[in-house]
């Protein structure tokens, strides 16, 4: 059972958890065990001149992929890239209005959406640690802009509380941590905390508490002017005559805790999910425009990749025409690096030995859905206040992300309907699209009633359905991992593999810069002792 | 294989026990209703066909013929991998390269039921029956 997938452990569940949601339940697990993978990217990578004449074939234009070839031409190899699709990026994709996509199944959208509006199907954003990414785009020009991950007027939502209707993040953080902090306050008093906090410290303690949750002389967090700068008032301060601030009253901690709500207002504290982080203006894609058009004699495009052979000397590819089909045709280089996923690459004939070939066949690729909702107005900037950020809710929906653009617009905006995982990203994905974007408007109206009024057009992406990944990122297991990881690394002869599969970093694009620096960095090395 | 993540320790919103504990994940009750939208959570169909519509038909397509892009999903009609139950069980239970293992999302009952309706249909014309005993000793 070596190519067996191994069930997720603790750890890689965590890490998934928290790659998908910007979750409190990662945050959660993180105090616990302090398991946070950092980039190893430490500044723009410096190839020795190659031998004269070595070639290197790149699969898949991708960002892996884009990184190894710009690299590798900029060192002097004679570079050449296959790519299944008709345009750079890979997953690294927006789409605009006028763009059709097909699914598996030949399921197709024409996207309806107006000039400037779009949706980012695979990666929205870049956190500000994410150094290699971040270094690529800024040597291709991409303008950047702010991304926020945690609105403070957002909502979290759970139709099993509060009547289903949605609270504010801030509402519901400030209520928590103050009723926390006033809880152990009181335990603190009560010299409970003894053992563990020295008397003096126990004095220090409760001025922290005190500042920490926001509590009155008392060590109360009542409902009034000290909690209201936290949770906000029911009648906001103001200048003049008739502003004096009203306190609003706080939820019960039983009622808080009974709700689950508390589990997602950790957002925003996972180490991915930490103030800064960016967007590309004009969309995700705009990245690997830049890169498709920066290496543009370079990319082969529509190519579909049926066999890897390599041989003493050389690496030869076949490939047909991913439209037409046909007779295929190869093409050859001293090396290769491939990026193909493993979800597709497990299927290609490719001769390298047991322990890689073990690797690529134990990496499921995971499910995870995007709807994009046009409407016909920024309802939830006008009415709600609302200007950027996610709202979270218990329905299968998981997410409304808001547009970070464009704030104040009159005229229209594109929601991020539905950001889900798992189960209920498998659920949608057995469903024809327009079913997909009806579910999205019955979850999103229990919270923004707006949406039957203002909805125009939508678009859903479900990546098990795309033709190219079947998934949208590599599952690893800790189990996994520690058997086949470094397999899937290691160089085998003339192939070395690169993309977030291959990083302990998945489904983020840093993991694919990484993975492809490692990757091309030992595969210079041996063309050098070749 | 083994399993050892509770099916409760979920997203976001879901994570009723969301802290993992040092014991490796071991389920814990969950006192709020069961809901869909965690990582993990059980497929809420009942049925072969309900399975089979709710969730395999995603990849297989809802003619059972598969689907071809960059890779492929295989197609289930008429298909002679399926003549021993077994098979089917354990890569729904396991996975198999781009196919995902459903040990935590299926149980027993519902793993047997949709091999069973995929044996029978499109196609397919095998008359043993898995029985959830069976799906239970091979987990």
């Known amino acids: 059972m070596t190519d067996q997938p191994l069930a997720p452990s603790r750890r890689s569940l965590l890490s998934m958890i928290g790659v998908v949601a910007g979750s409190a339940a990662m945050y959660h697990a993180m105090t616990e065990l302090a398991l946070a993978d950092t980039s190893t990217f430490k500044g723009p990578i410096k190839l020795s001149q190659p031998p004269s004449g070595a070639s290197v074939l790149v699969l898949g234009a991708g960002i892996a992929g884009m990184v190894a070839a710009m690299e590798l031409r900029d060192a002097g190899y004679k570079v050449q890239v296959l790519e299944y699709n008709g345009r750079p990026g890979g997953r690294n994709w927006t789409l605009y209005g006028g763009d059709t996509y097909t699914e598996l199944g030949g399921f197709t959208q024409k996207v309806q959406f107006d000039a400037g509006q779009y949706i980012n199907p695979g990666p929205w954003r870049l956190p500000y640690h994410h150094q290699g990414i971040l270094h690529y785009v800024n040597r291709l020009g991409v303008a950047l802009e702010p991304f926020t991950q945690v609105n403070y007027n957002a909502y979290v939502h759970s139709t099993d509380a509060f009547d289903g209707k949605p609270q504010r993040y801030r509402t519901l953080q400030a209520d928590f941590y103050g009723q926390i902090a006033e809880l152990l306050s009181k335990t603190t008093k009560q010299g409970a905390l003894d053992q563990a906090v020295t008397q003096q410290d126990r004095e220090i303690l409760l001025d922290a508490l005190k500042d920490w949750g926001a509590l009155d002389a008392n060590h109360q967090y009542a409902t009034g002017l000290e909690a209201g700068e936290r949770r906000g008032f029911a009648s906001d301060p103001g200048g003049g005559l008739n502003s004096v601030p009203i306190a609003g009253k706080r939820i019960e901690m039983n009622d808080l805790l009974k709700s689950g709500l508390w589990a997602a207002i950790g957002a925003g504290l996972a180490y991915d999910m930490q103030s800064s982080i960016f967007q590309p203006k004009g969309g995700m894609g705009q990245v690997g425009k830049a890169f498709g058009k920066a290496l543009e004699p370079l990319i082969q495009y529509n190519c579909k990749v049926v066999e890897i052979k390599q041989g003493d000397k050389n690496v030869e590819v076949s490939y047909i025409d991913s439209r037409t089909g046909g007779t295929p045709k190869t093409m050859s280089a001293d090396w290769c690096v491939c990026t193909i996923p493993a979800s597709v690459l497990s299927q290609i004939p490719m001769n390298v030995g047991g322990p890689m070939k073990a690797a690529i066949n134990q990496i499921p690729y995971m499910a995870a859905l995007k709807v994009g909702l046009q409407m016909k107005r920024r309802f939830w900037e006008q009415d709600e206040q609302i200007y950027g950020g996610v709202t979270y809710t218990n329905q299968p929906n998981t997410m409304i992300g808001y547009p970070q653009w464009d704030f104040f617009s009159k005229g229209k905006g594109v929601l991020l309907g539905s950001y889900c995982f798992g189960t209920p990203a498998y659920i949608a994905a057995a469903k024809p699209p327009e079913e997909r974007i009806k579910d999205a408007l019955e979850y999103g109206s229990k919270i923004h009633p707006q949406y039957k009024d203002e909805f125009e057009c939508g678009v859903a992406v479900a990546w098990h359905r795309v033709p190219w990944t079947l998934g949208c990122a590599g599952f690893w297991t800790e189990e996994a991992r520690a058997k086949h990881y470094d397999n899937l690394c290691a160089m085998d002869g003339r192939i070395v593999l690169a993309g977030e599969h291959a990083s302990r970093i998945p489904a983020w694009q840093e993991g694919a810069v990484t993975s492809a620096l490692d990757a091309i960095t030992r595969l210079h090395k041996k063309a050098m002792s070749a | ?139």
């Open chain 2, 1 to 139: 294989m083994t399993i050892r993540v509770a099916a409760g320790v979920v997203l976001a919103l879901t994570a009723t026990a969301a802290s993992a504990d040092t014991a490796g994940l071991a389920p814990k009750p969950n006192a709020r209703a069961a809901s869909i939208s965690g990582f993990f959570s059980p497929f809420p169909f009942q049925g072969g066909e309900a399975i089979y519509k709710g969730v395999c038909q995603g990849c297989h397509m809802p003619d059972a013929n598969g689907a071809v892009g960059a890779g492929a999903y295989p197609s289930l009609a008429k298909n002679e991998n399926l003549e021993t139950a077994a098979y089917p069980v354990s890569i729904v239970l396991k996975g198999q390269k781009a196919m995902p293992f459903f040990a935590m999302q299926l149980g027993d009952q519902q793993i047997a039921d949709v091999v069973n309706y995929v044996r029978t249909h499109f196609g397919n014309k095998y008359r043993d029956k898995v029985k959830a005993e069976d799906v239970k000793m091979m987990r």
